[in-house]
Every structure is written in C-alpha cells, then in structure tokens.
C-alpha cells in the first residue's frame, strides 16, 4: 500500500509528514474575535484562560470599533457585550453579511434581558412538573411615567407591600442595578420611573447568622436596617450557563421582612449590593436547609427551556428558594454575560469550562463543514 503523498513542481511524490495530532489542530483552531470595554477585557482574559486557549489553538483578536467589522478577521466566533443600538447594528449586519460566524450572542435576544419588563416573561410557563421543583417569578407591573399615581394601579395590579424597584432598563450603569425597598403607597412618589415594582418575596429559613464569620456585606445591611430586616435571611442562587455547562455559585442574600414590621415601617430604603463576591456562604456555617442547591433536574430543565426561548449561550439566573419551601424558587433576574465578567471569574472552573466551550463551538463549525464537502 502506498503512502500519500503531496506531488512536488518535477512530478514526484512525497511521503506526507504532517501528522495526525497537527491536522487535528488545524481542524479545530479558532479565531474569536471580541468587542468589550478594556475593564471588561482585563476581568475576564485572564492569563490562565489565554494560556489554556492557545494550547488548544484558540486565539482570541480584539475588534477595532473604528473599522468596520466586515474588514477585520476572518473570525471564526465574535464575543461582545457593548450597549447601544449602533454597536447592535453592527453586529446584526455582519450576522446578515457572514453567516458562518458564531455570534455570541444576537443582539436582538440580549436586547430582551436588557428590559425587565420582558426579561421574566413566560418563565411561569414553563412546565416543569418532573424536575423536582417549581419554578415561579415574582408579581410584578411596570412604571413608565409617573410614580404617584401609580398606588392605584399597584392595588389593581394585585401587588403587596413591601415591593421591589428596579430600574426598567439594564444599561451597565451603577445606576440601573439600584434596588430600592418601598414599604407603602406614598413611598413610591420617592421613586424615579421608569421601574419595575416587584414583590419581595422571604427567601430565609429562620437561621440566626454567625456573626463573626458572616459576610460583612450581609451584617452591614442587618446593622442598617435592623429596624426593618429580621436577623434571618436566605441564599441567593447565581445560576451560570455557559453552552451546555451549568455552575451555581451561592451568595448570601437580604434578611426576611417581618410581618409585624410591615405594618410599622414606612418610606423607601435602598438595598445593599448583598451580590458581591465577598458574600460568599462556602465558609459559613449555615443551616444545611438554607445552602442546599436547587435540584439538578430543576436546573437542567429550566435552562433548557431559557435556552431555547431566550437564544442566549452565555447568561446567569439569580434564583431564591421561598420561605418555609425546600422545592419553590424564585427567578428574580437573568443577566447576559454577568456585568463585568465579575461572576464568571468567581465561577468555578471558568476557564476551563470556557475553553471547553470554544472548543465544542470549533468542532461543530468542522462538523458542519465536513458535511457540506
């Protein structure tokens, strides 16, 4: 049997020396190309994730926002997370334009989580009777214009105190991850529109918190609002899908509102960003009942249905267990390609769950051309 060879300029054959492991990696080599701000950029290629890409051929290229994108590349994959509806433009023409190349992700569907007025909807839907859980969102109406008429509509609406503000928009301004508490009806003329008014929903068991290794954020905000928050509070579920990957990271959350404290405090209070990452409960002796994940199967299905409505690859679900409850949840926010990279970088494994990632993005482009040839 003869060896295959390449045929040279004078008509005779070489042996091929290119070996399997090299066309393997020229099969699967990926160019990603990326639009994020330089902070965003600095959070999230981290040495060891850019080491670990180029031992598999992955590069990554920055995009120049100056040119046009059509005129840079070829990229096999584009990863951006810029605002504004210019930058949206861009990306929906070359999508148009270059068919080929994996976008991460369209624009038109971040575009959606971007509103919180749409970010929630249809996810009370979702039957997910077999997965050893409910999935719920809390009641919630939205605020355009003017806040003190809007008591009325609060009543109609079938909403109770205390109720949650959020900003209608997510912009990446500090601003639009402002939370805001109002107890009654004339608070919510404090309140600047547009916003959405959510109810609060108790996500604590009961536990008494351990001071001396709790969270600093968690005694700060106990401290300030001791006059409004039992000191008892519950686990806020971070829920990161990456691809087919799901990582929860947990992170402690507000207090319990009381009910004998709902019917003596008034006015509006602003929430501390209880979410950061020095929140962590992988240190704290808590209440098992409290830190217990949310069921696997609960999970699987919840992001698989998101998944397939959103049309989103990479995004993060803030979920809450219910008071009292070891298998009601609450989704309370989704984010696209949580702010600042911040959460991935906490996330476990990140940067191997990414390479992994990338590399099933480049052998489904090798598939695919492989069928097509």
Request: net charge negative; aromatic share 8%.
């Amino acid at each position: 049997m003869v060896p295959k060879g390449n045929e040279t300029d004078d008509g005779e054959v070489g042996l091929d020396t290119t070996s399997f492991e090299q066309v393997q990696q020229q099969q699967k080599k990926l160019v990603i190309g990326y639009a994020l701000t330089s902070k965003k950029k600095m959070s999230f290629l981290q040495p060891k994730l850019e080491v670990l890409a180029r031992k598999k051929g992955i590069s990554f290229v920055s995009i120049d926002q100056d040119k046009p994108l059509s005129e840079q590349g070829p990229f096999d994959v584009v990863l951006h997370k810029l605002l504004g509806n210019e930058w949206h433009d861009v990306i929906e023409d070359y999508q148009q334009k270059h068919p080929e190349v994996t976008v991460l992700d369209p624009p038109c569907a971040i575009q959606r989580i971007y509103n919180r007025q749409s970010m929630l909807q249809g996810i009370a839907d979702i039957n997910l009777a077999d997965c050893d859980g409910m999935i719920c969102v809390p009641k919630q109406m939205v605020v355009l214009k003017d806040t003190t008429s809007s008591a009325n509509e609060v009543a109609e609406a079938g909403l109770k105190f205390p109720l949650v503000a959020k900003p209608l928009l997510v912009d990446g301004t500090a601003k639009s991850h402002q939370l805001f508490l109002a107890y009654d009806h004339l608070s919510l003329a404090e309140l600047e529109p547009p916003l959405v008014l959510q109810e609060f929903v108790n996500h604590g068991i009961g536990f008494s918190l351990h001071f001396n290794i709790c969270c600093d954020i968690l005694l700060e905000s106990v401290i300030r609002c001791s006059h409004t928050f039992m000191p008892e509070g519950g686990v806020l579920f971070k829920v990161f899908v990456v691809g087919d990957v799901i990582k929860v990271v947990r992170r402690f959350s507000l207090p319990n509102v009381s009910n004998c404290e709902k019917d003596k405090v008034a006015g509006v209070f602003q929430f501390p960003r209880v979410s950061s990452s020095a929140a962590s409960v992988d240190k704290t002796d808590l209440d098992p009942r409290v830190a217990e994940l949310p069921p696997k199967p609960l999970l699987e299905g919840l992001v698989r249905e998101l998944r397939n409505r959103l049309g989103l690859r990479l995004f993060n679900i803030d979920m809450i267990r219910e008071h009292g409850s070891r298998d009601v949840f609450y989704v309370i926010d989704i984010n696209y390609f949580p702010g600042m990279f911040f959460w991935y970088g906490k996330m476990p494994d990140y940067e191997q769950v990414f390479i992994d990632f990338f590399m099933s993005l480049a052998q489904a482009k090798h598939n695919k051309i492989q069928c097509v040839s």
